[in-house]
T-cell receptor, first 114, second 111 residues
Framework: GAGVSQSPRYKVAKRGQDVALRCDPISGHVSLFWYQQALGQGPEFLTY????????KSGLPSDRFFAERPEGSVSTLKIQRTQQEDSAVYLC????????????FGPGTRLLVL | DAKTTQPTSMDCAEGRAANLPCNHS???????VYWYRQIHSQGPQYIIHGLKNNETNEMASLIITEDRKSSTLILPHATLRDTAVYYC????????????FGGGTRLMVKP
């Protein structure tokens, strides 16, 4: 079956531009997570959705980062006024929900801010 | 969630078993041990998880010590495609709980 997909796979932005990154989770998955992975580091949690509700946004680094999942399926991570330190791979993961839910990751979007 | 300690890197000969250790001495009773791997330029891939019993699936085996303070991921017949960074993560299992990745072990499978 189809896994988690993300688009675009690569994004180059000039400093100050706004970007939008899309995540299509596995069909029927209730939980959706966003992670940020800097070069040479492990992924770090950004935010979590249960259906359309954003239940945890404790990992968002600043108010320039905004995520939404309006219909409980596709999610968009938006970064306003991008800065060079935002350059990273942004990973989306979805899970079926439940106690031992396993998170399945997409391929990520590699963002480069010049 | 408890912290884990893994070797930075390991080598393994193709066709041999790869044994990847993980120390999680502060693990609590309701925390599971999860293993993910990340092949270059791909997203992390789930491998296996367990609470206290040993687990096996089509990818690997997970051996957890009786005191649960450490575990070993075993790839029984490593191939070149198993070259990746392997992450051991300890996590309380409830919906919505994030995964906290450490540095992982960079496994290089050599011909």
């Amino acid at each position: 079956g189809a896994g988690v997909s993300q688009s675009p796979r690569y994004k180059v932005a000039k400093r100050g531009q706004d970007v939008a990154l899309r995540c299509d989770p596995i069909s029927g998955h209730v939980s959706l997570f966003w992670y940020q992975q800097a070069l040479g580091q492990g992924p770090e949690f950004l935010t979590y959705f249960q259906n359309e509700a954003q239940l945890d946004k404790s990992g968002l680094p600043s108010d320039r980062f905004f995520a939404e999942r309006p219909e409980g399926s596709v999610s968009t991570l938006k970064i306003q006024r991008t800065q060079q330190e935002d350059s990273a791979v942004y990973l989306c993961a979805s899970a079926s929900g439940g106690v031992q839910e396993t998170q399945y990751f997409g391929p990520g979007t590699r963002l480069l801010v010049l | 969630d408890a912290k884990t300690t893994q070797p930075t890197s390991m080598d393994c000969a193709e066709g041999r078993a790869a044994n990847l250790p993980c120390n999680h001495s502060t693990i609590s009773g309701n925390e599971y041990v999860y293993w993910y791997r990340q092949i270059h330029s791909q997203g992390p891939q789930y491998i296996i998880h367990g609470l206290k019993n040993n687990e096996t699936n089509e990818m690997a085996s997970l051996i957890i010590t009786e005191d649960r303070k450490s575990s070993t991921l075993i790839l029984p017949h490593a191939t070149l495609r198993d070259t990746a960074v392997y992450y051991c993560i300890v996590r309380v299992a409830y919906a919505g709980n994030m995964l906290t990745f450490g540095g992982g072990t960079r496994l290089m499978v050599k011909p």
